[in-house]
T-cell receptor, first 115, second 113 residues
Framework: KNQVEQSPQSLIILEGKNCTLQCNYTVSPFSNLRWYKQDTGRGPVSLTI?????NTKSNGRYTATLDADTKQSSLHITASQLSDSASYICVVSARGSGNTGKLIFGQGTTLQVKP | NAGVTQTPKFQVLKTGQSMTLQCAQD?????MSWYRQDPGMGLRLIHYSVGAGITDQGEVPNGYNVSRSTTEDFPLRLLSAAPSQTSVYFC????????????FGPGTRLLVL
């Protein structure tokens, strides 16, 4: 069964600190892995998209890594800011299912950055 | 560009009522989709469309209808609302192809009493 599991479920950190969010998946055949940021009351916004051959991808203070062998991904946030408070959703696309693939969504990690 | 827009932002319905959630995009995207987001669960695909005149069912299609008469618009219809349809609904659009970025609307929060 295709699944995406994220940990931790929630996280509280102090402003300026770094943090790492985890994503484990059992999706086959794998096409790509995405990280989204969802602010409260808003729609998800894409942070990164990684294919099988990509190990790391950055978007400003956000760095995503992918280990396709162990089927794990992480999202590292550097020097956190109050505006980083949001839910972070890991999404894995299964290859071959339609024009954009079948997207399997994780439940998300809720991050709260405190001053 | 306005991106993906959704109306209304919030709606309260009584059981058995019908309504249409509107979604529009101005990016000329072929692919559009509807998701629902419930507490403790990932987004789940309701219906999707790969172009005008073409729609298909997603993971949780029961109780919902869609149509795609233009590239820009993709309305979602609830024929007879049920409390189980209380959720936040997101519309998304993208170009077709693997690995393309999906753009989400701001969501419609629906409460069915």
């Amino acid at each position: 069964k295709n699944q995406v599991e994220q940990s931790p479920q929630s996280l509280i950190i102090l402003e300026g600190k770094n943090c790492t969010l985890q994503c484990n998946y059992t999706v086959s055949p794998f096409s790509n892995l995405r990280w989204y940021k969802q602010d409260t009351g808003r729609g998800p916004v894409s942070l990164t998209i990684m294919t099988f051959s990509e190990n790391t991808k950055s978007n400003g203070r956000y760095t995503a890594t992918l280990d396709a062998d162990t089927k794990q991904s992480s999202l590292h946030i550097t020097a956190s800011q109050l505006s980083d408070s949001a839910s972070y959703i890991c999404v894995v696309s299964a290859r071959g299912s339609g024009n954009t693939g079948k997207l399997i969504f994780g439940q998300g990690t809720t991050l709260q950055v405190k001053p | 560009n306005a991106g993906v827009t959704q109306t209304p932002k919030f709606q309260v319905l009584k059981t058995g009522q019908s309504m249409t959630l509107q979604c529009a995009q101005d990016m000329n995207h072929e692919y559009m989709s509807w998701y629902r987001q419930d507490p403790g669960m990932g987004l789940r695909l309701i219906h999707y469309s790969v172009g005008a005149g073409i729609t298909d069912q997603g993971e949780v299609p029961n109780g919902y209808n869609v149509s795609r008469s233009t590239t820009e618009d993709f309305p979602l219809r609830l024929l007879s609302a049920a409390p189980s349809q209380t959720s936040v609904y997101f519309c998304a659009s993208s170009y077709t192809g693997q690995g393309v970025t999906q753009y989400f609307g701001p969501g419609t929060r629906l409460l069915v009493l």
